[in-house]
């Protein structure tokens, strides 16, 4: 800005497992991690979609230390703020702005996955990007998160880099690092951006989410899902259609909005339908974290955004 399973196959057999160390992991998460359906909202969401708010961290403006960041984001009333990894701080020193804040890591974004991609050409590099989503997931386990935000590839190249090879060799990669995901009890999550997979670039505004759907499926893992991203392809098509589509592939969401007239804007000023968003994550039973990627800045502009996430995802 994805076939069925079949038959008891190994694949099926390690689903199977995966799932019953997925329920084991979501067990054992902290409570503030946990959103179960039908339980109480979060404070930021007094009424309304049952979900916590979040920033991508670099949105937060300035050169104060991490712990001054997180402690401004939680007097401004978020929950959480996702990191990226790699993101140039070592392991003790987050856990400790963390802690003295009280403001929880949700997940991790894969840093490297635009320049260093699983669908790269070269092998080598597609090492590379197995390593570095590997090492995101560890930094997520360490931060008591739950996940990490991939892009799975670009379509680059019609002969070395195209939608076929970024799905043959992203599932080739994400499969690499299962088993450590699973071990952690971090889940990977594909989001929709526009890179041309899953998706026509240059197509009409009505596509749909099936696309995506098949190739989650295809990997057919507990701990692969969805991170929508709800302003991403409102370019391509309906977003409580991809919703509903997508339904319990979803894990997590990201927050922004796009208007055909002006590109990018403010959440709640673009083309978005947010009534109908609600709607649509209201029927699948959608509850978790949903975080802000805007422009960010000082802390005005960081409660403006958190007062547009209440009003138009909320409700």
């Known amino acids: ?30 409570a503030a991690l946990q959103v179960p359906v039908g339980a109480h909202a979060p404070e930021s969401a007094p009424a309304g979609l049952p979900v916590k708010l979040a920033v991508k961290y670099g949105m937060v403006a300035g050169d104060a230390p991490m712990v001054d960041k997180l402690r401004l984001l939680a007097r401004l009333g978020y929950d959480g703020v996702e990191l990226d990894s790699p993101n140039g701080y070592a ?9 003295a804040s009280g403001i929880a890591i949700h997940g991790v974004v894969d840093s490297i996955h635009w320049s260093v991609r699983l669908s790269d050409p070269d092998p080598a590099v597609r090492a590379r990007a197995i390593d570095g989503l590997r090492t995101a997931i560890e930094d997520a386990h360490a931060y008591a998160g739950s996940s990490v935000l991939l892009v799975p590839g670009l379509v680059a190249d019609a002969e070395s880099e ?37 998706y026509d670039h240059d197509g009409p505004a009505d596509q749909t989410a099936e696309r995506f759907a098949a190739y989650l499926d295809e990997i057919a893992s507990p701990w692969v899902g969805m991170y929508l991203d709800l302003g991403n392809h409102r370019k391509y098509g309906a977003v409580e259609q991809w919703v509903r589509t997508l339904g319990p592939r979803i894990v997590k969401l990201d927050v922004k909005d796009w208007s055909r007239a002006d590109g990018w804007t403010r959440i709640g000023e673009g083309d978005v339908g947010w009534p109908g968003v609600r709607a649509a994550l209201a029927e699948i039973g959608f509850t978790g974290w949903a975080t802000a990627e805007v422009a960010g800045g000082g802390e005005e502009r960081l409660a403006d955004v958190l007062a547009r996430m209440r009003e138009h995802l909320v409700g």
């Open 91 to 99: 392991r003790d020193e987050v856990l400790r702005a963390r802690d």
């Open 162 to 198: 195209n939608a076929e090879q970024v799905r043959e060799r992203s599932i080739e990669g994400i499969r690499a690092v299962l088993p450590r995901a699973a071990e952690l009890g971090v889940r990977i999550l594909v989001e929709n951006v526009w890179n041309g997979f899953c």
């Open 1 to 30: 800005m994805s076939a069925a399973r079949r038959g008891p196959t190994r694949r099926e057999t390690l689903a199977g497992a995966g799932a019953a160390a997925l329920s084991a992991a979501l067990g054992r998460a902290p």
